[in-house]
């Protein structure tokens, strides 16, 4: 029951148990021998605390902002595709529950809501942002982006990690057929079923996107840009260089190239480089990717990231509670932040620094993430 749900790994199981077989393997998969998804979490294993004690937490402020708004905690609602796989609401549950928490909502180009239904849930004030798949038709995509905007949209979030789909394989093997979503309407995508969901909605995606499309989005727009799954300091420094905004070091839920590099580990190589250039106040760096508790969120800030995108986590949580899951998941995560803070010895987020972790085992690629045979293998050929 949702009263046992203590943690972002409670909701996993359960979601695993109450999805139907097709909706479950397209949130679940990652690409090929699902190597990067796994170690996206195990990643954070490598890092350790070194608290400060003796400090005043009896109050704990744990509210930052992300592009100029404030937020109660330093995680958004990050895109992910087809949320009515999950729940009959789909993803106007992120933006109630959003609102509730005073958190940030991505909104996703492969929503299952429409990108109205979307705006049209959010109250008052409530910031969203818009992740952009751009598409092989420039006019379709600027459609977007324009509407996105003077819908309110507070910040672009291009998708850089996806020139072409990975390899999910439980996905491709449940030979999925999606019923009841817009994704059609919404993005121009083109639908082919026989390959699993991910392929079906992919197909007008343009992978000839490139360093130079960039002038042409800040032409059409005043939003922020930031680029979506980068993952080395070079494409940080070239960014910086173009003039975006922000970045989150992502590599897509660990469902596009395998062995991609957790967005954590990522994020150590690029914060020292910005720092001895003097480029860290130039750019805003996100990470997502293994989120599931607020000693994540709270390593991520040490090292200098702005926030951090949590996913599946959310879907897990809506798929088996609906909004009350969400709003539980983000109220532990809350809770879980509240107490670590303490814990460590910070009051506040602008206390989060270098020196309370131990990263050095980070960039060790002799990895702990347990290899599950059953994870990759578990469909038999010769009988399905
Ligand atoms: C080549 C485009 O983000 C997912 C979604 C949709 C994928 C589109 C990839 O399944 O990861």
Redesign the pocket.
């Known amino acids: 029951s949702l009263e046992q749900c203590y943690n972002m790994m409670d909701f996993e199981s359960v979601a695993s148990r109450v999805m139907k077989k097709t909706a479950w393997a ?1 949130y679940s998969s990652g690409a090929d021998d699902e190597i990067t998804m796994r170690e996206n979490h195990s990643a954070f294993h490598k890092i350790w605390f070194r608290p400060r004690i003796l400090v005043d937490v009896e109050k704990v402020d744990f509210s930052t902002t992300m592009l100029g708004t404030k937020v109660d905690i330093p995680f958004y609602v990050t ?4 949320g009515k796989l999950g729940h009959p609401e789909g993803e106007v549950i992120f933006t109630k529950a959003a609102k509730k928490h005073n958190v940030i909502q991505m909104i ?1 180009t ?1 929503a299952s809501c429409s990108f109205d239904q979307i705006v049209d849930a959010a109250e008052g004030d409530q910031v969203q942002w818009l992740q952009l ?1 751009v598409n092989k038709d420039r006019a379709i995509t600027k459609k977007i982006i324009q509407h996105a905007e003077a819908r309110g949209c507070k910040g672009l979030f291009i ?1 850089v990690d ?5 390899r ?1 394989e439980k ?1 491709m093997r449940s030979k999925f057929t999606e019923q009841g979503s817009n994704v059609q309407s919404s993005s121009g995508a083109v639908t082919d079923n026989s390959q699993g ?2 392929r079906a ?3 007008f ?1 343009d ?1 000839s996107l490139s360093w130079k499309d960039i002038p042409w989005f800040q032409s059409v727009t005043k939003m922020p840009i930031i680029l979506k799954g980068v993952q080395c300091v070079e494409d940080v420094l070239q960014a910086v260089e173009v003039g975006v905004q922000g970045v989150v070091l992502s590599n ?2 660990g ?2 190239l395998d062995f991609a590099r957790s967005g954590i580990e990522v994020l150590a190589e690029v914060m020292p480089i910005l720092r001895d250039r003097g480029l860290q106040d130039k750019i805003e760096i996100y990470i997502d990717g293994g989120v599931r508790r607020a000693t994540d969120i709270i390593k991520a800030m040490c090292m200098g990231a702005k926030g951090v995108g949590i996913g599946r986590p959310f879907l897990f949580a809506m798929s088996a509670y609906g909004l009350a899951g969400v709003d539980k998941a983000m109220q532990l995560l809350k809770d879980e932040m509240e107490m670590n803070m303490r814990l460590i010895g910070c009051s506040s987020i602008d206390q989060l620094n270098p020196s309370l972790i131990d990263s050095r085992a980070l960039n060790s690629h002799a990895t702990s993430v347990p290899w599950d045979t059953l994870s990759v293998s578990s469909y038999d050929p010769l009988v399905s």
């Open positions: 397209y895109a992910t595709a087809l996703p492969l798949y998708t996806a020139p072409q789909l990975g999910r996905d969901a991910a909605i992919s197909s995606i992978p897509h839920g469902r596009q």
